[in-house]
């Protein structure tokens, strides 16, 4: 079975999905609420898209943009800056035995959306698909 570059196995198991989607729900709470101590990054609107947690579930990383997409660059370092305080609010509310390490990436699930709708309206690419 050949790998590419979206998965590196079966995919995420059940409890992978579950508790990823726990962090989400609960970080998106906490960042909505502005629960963090930092004005800078209450004073964003911040969008989790998704988390996706490791096999050992050690690790989650959160798909993160910033409403309206302004201030892509100073979202994940800002999250990162407030990471531990993250970590003990999802912690503290979900009671996980142990509570992942967090990191930040930028959500691109809109541009290439946006880049497949661009694609998708050449004439080349429709007249091939009405075919």
């Given at each position: ?57 050690k690790i989650a990383t959160a798909y ?68």
């Open positions: 079975m050949a790998k590419n570059k979206f998965h590196d196995g079966p995919g995420p198991s059940q409890r992978q999905l579950r508790v990823g989607e726990l962090i989400r729900r609960t970080l998106s709470e906490v960042l909505a609420r502005g629960d963090v101590h930092d004005p800078d990054l209450n004073r964003m609107s911040i969008t989790v898209g998704e988390v996706r947690t490791s096999p050992d579930l993160v943009l910033p409403l309206g997409g302004q201030g892509q660059d100073q979202v994940v370092q800002l999250l990162a800056r407030n990471k531990t305080e993250l970590r003990r609010a999802i912690g503290k509310k979900l009671g996980l035995k142990f509570t992942p390490d967090l990191r930040f990436q930028l959500d691109q699930t809109f541009d290439q959306m946006d880049e497949t709708r661009r694609m998708l309206g050449q004439d080349a690419v429709r007249r091939d698909i009405d075919e």
